[in-house]
């Protein structure tokens, strides 16, 4: 039905899903990702060519859902924030 996978740089994750024939609906649990608030970039196939961007914010007790169409797929990129230093 579907593949993902997940690789980690430093703190950021990067998780890449590919459909297969069918549509997919995916669910991502953050708890296994990150134990921090998170920045999420969503990149995914739109169906006519191009890539829907989108940016939000999550806390790792979320779980991220995805739905993919037949034969296509998304990337997430995420961030945790950083503790900002007092002044």
């Known amino acids: 039905r579907f ?3 997940a690789r980690r740089k430093g703190n950021t994750w990067y998780v890449a899903t590919i459909a297969g024939s069918t549509k997919s609906e995916i669910e991502f649990p953050l708890s296994k990702l990150t134990k921090k608030n998170c920045t999420i ?7 006519d060519a191009s890539i829907d961007k989108t940016t939000f914010n999550a806390s790792p007790s979320d779980t991220l859902k995805i739905s993919l169409r037949p034969d296509s797929g998304s990337v997430m990129v995420i961030t945790p924030e ?3 230093p007092q002044k």
């Open 3 to 5: 593949y993902s996978i």
């Open 41 to 47: 970039t969503h990149y995914q196939d739109s169906g």
């Open 82 to 84: 950083q503790n900002h």
